[in-house]
Structure formats: structure tokens, C-alpha cells
């Protein structure tokens, strides 16, 4: 594990049934809030929020690091940051053909209006949507080493 001066930020992503970073020093951490993406340094103010659905990444050793989370809570203290998401992704792992196909999918339903267009099933579609778009841009930014 890094130093905690050099890396003053401890990261731990987890959903409901698994770790998916746990403990990890980074100087710099960025996660989607239900308000907006932010931005979280070393001595950040104390913080609980709604986790929205989008790219968290993080900073160690000059190198960024990618994931996705859709829902869930955050917790930011001065040296730490918990994200319990409802869904996680890392990058390294997502398969983006798969990630492609939910989009078209979900564009379609947008489109089409399928099912009966209820605000429920296009709030789905609108959530499913911005699902697959974040796990498209955490394996491409993963692949292309950003």
C-alpha cells in the first residue's frame, strides 16, 4: 500500500455484493453525485451525498485509474472516500461491445417509445442509457491509457 503522505487519500469502492477497490492511496479522486461530478483532494470537507451514474476516476503514481457506478452514496472525510454504489464496474472489465448493445437498446426504447412510454420506463431507458454511454468511456479511456 502507498504512503499515506504521498497518496493522503484512501479510495474504497463497493457494491452490494463485492469489492471493487478497497483502501487504495490516491491523490486525487472524481465521482458522479446525483448534483454533479466532483472533484475530491487531499483535506476535502466532510461530505455525504447521492452517488449518480458515471465515470469515477482516481490518480496514483501519475497514473489515472477508471471505473463506472450507477447509484449509491458517497462518504468524503479528509483522508478518505467510500463509495457504496448500487453497480460498479472496472474498467479493465468491461466488455464494450456489450456496453454498445445496451446503448442501441436503450436508444431504441427512447426512440421507438416501447412498452407504454410511461415516465417510468423512459426514466429506465434514459438510466440505461447513461449507463452503457459511462462504460464506453471508462474502457476506451482505460485502453487508451488516459
Known amino acids: 500500500m502507498q504512503s499515506t503522505q504521498q497518496y493522503p487519500i484512501q479510495l474504497t469502492v463497493l457494491t452490494p455484493t463485492r469489492r471493487i477497490v478497497e483502501g487504495v492511496g490516491c491523490s486525487a479522486v472524481h465521482f458522479p453525485s446525483a448534483q454533479g461530478v466532483l472533484g475530491i483532494l487531499p483535506e476535502h470537507a ?13 490518480e496514483t503514481n501519475n497514473v489515472t485509474s477508471f471505473l463506472t457506478i450507477s447509484g449509491g452514496v458517497a462518504k468524503v472525510d479528509g483522508k478518505s472516500v467510500i463509495l457504496l454504489a448500487d453497480v460498479a464496474e472496472d474498467a479493465a472489465s468491461i466488455d464494450v461491445g456489450r456496453a454498445q448493445r445496451a446503448l442501441e437498446r436503450a436508444r431504441t426504447r427512447l426512440a421507438t417509445g416501447e412498452g407504454n412510454g410511461t415516465p417510468e420506463e423512459v426514466h429506465e431507458a434514459m438510466a440505461a442509457q447513461d449507463r452503457a454511454m459511462a462504460r464506453i468511456e471508462a474502457a476506451t479511456l482505460h485502453s487508451t491509457g488516459r
Open 46 to 58: 466532510d461530505l455525504v451525498c447521492a452517488l449518480g451514474t458515471g465515470l469515477v476516476y482516481y
